[in-house]
């Protein structure tokens, strides 16, 4: 990486069409490099996705990702939120279609944790609104929706380097879409939003993936060891992460261990994010103190 990096001339702008990535990725999907769009991270293509349709409102299912909503007030657009039933699955956003942009499904689920339902998605893409699939976490789950695309013109899927690939400092995602609005959402967003550097190292990994498919099954490996030893306050995850229903935010911290705080619907749980096994050994260890200290009380 290091020694590709350094051929590349830091005084010349990037790719203005960003093609070289584009087409590691579309043969890498096997589609077209004109259903492709690459940010700067996932996020960086949020606000354009939303600028291009017509509409007053987006529609969201919290608890979810919390950046739709933050772009979606930059741009003025007012967000309707149907919330996840008691499954944190969505429900009936078919109905929700009239004056709306875009419909957001985050799908496995961030903070959650469960994929959305294939037939449920489908009802929705059948009305023709624009639907986003957030498939951040989608090569830690059982099942990913890129092949609705030979179906569905109104369907984007949105993809990151931020978890699987472990480049969230690189800042690399991706949509995957109809020719129509990838051309789109070119023409709306600044020409060099990625640079030279971030785009080789997104097509090196692509050269790599096998080294990617490794560390995910060691994911998967460590996911489940955590869930099985705390089975009765774990939610089932097809992420890199485990939602549990255990409010130990602050012990955590206090042996320096970060996890997610959740609030609302879902205060008094935390997200934790699957590490280095080392890391794992030492959340279990002390999860398991506190778990104890808790039942003693
Ligand atoms: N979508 C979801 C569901 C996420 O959880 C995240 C990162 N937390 C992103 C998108 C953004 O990823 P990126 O680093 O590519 O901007």
Request: proline share 4%; glycine share 6%; aromatic share 10%.
């Amino acid at each position: 990486m290091l020694d590709s990096i350094s051929k590349i001339p830091f005084n010349r702008y990037p790719d203005i069409t960003a093609t070289p990535l584009r087409e590691k990725l579309a043969e890498f999907l096997n589609v077209e490099v004109g259903n492709v769009v690459v940010g700067n991270g996932s996020d960086d293509l949020i606000p354009y996705i939303i600028k291009i349709f017509e509409g007053d409102r987006i529609v969201i299912s919290s608890p979810t990702f919390k950046m739709y909503e933050f772009f979606a007030v930059l741009e003025g657009v007012d967000v309707t939120d149907v919330p996840l039933d008691d499954n944190f699955e969505i429900v009936n956003l078919e109905k929700y279609v009239e004056n709306t942009r875009v419909v957001f499904v985050c799908s496995p689920n961030n903070p959650t944790g469960n994929l959305q339902r294939r037939e449920k998605i489908v009802r929705i893409l059948k009305t023709g609104v624009p639907v986003v699939i957030d498939e951040a976490y989608h090569e830690f789950s059982s099942e990913n929706y890129l092949d609705l695309l030979d179906d569905f013109e109104n369907l984007i899927i949105l993809r990151t380097f931020s978890k699987a690939f472990g480049l969230a400092g690189i800042r690399i995602g991706y949509a995957v879409a109809h020719e129509e609005i990838i051309s789109a959402i070119l023409k709306v967003r600044p020409p060099f939003a990625m640079s030279s550097i971030s785009m080789r190292i997104g097509e090196i990994m692509l050269e790599k993936y096998d080294l990617v498919k490794e560390r995910i099954e060691f994911i998967l490996e460590e996911r489940e060891r955590i869930r099985r030893e705390f089975e009765d306050i774990t939610y089932p995850s097809e992420t890199n992460f485990l939602l549990m229903n255990v409010d130990a935010y602050d012990f955590l911290l206090k042996r320096g261990i970060v996890v997610r705080k959740l609030d609302g619907r879902l205060s008094g749980k935390i997200r934790v994010t699957i590490g280095r096994r080392e890391e794992n050994d030492e959340f279990i260890h002390s999860l398991r103190e506190f778990i104890d200290r808790v039942d003693n009380l």
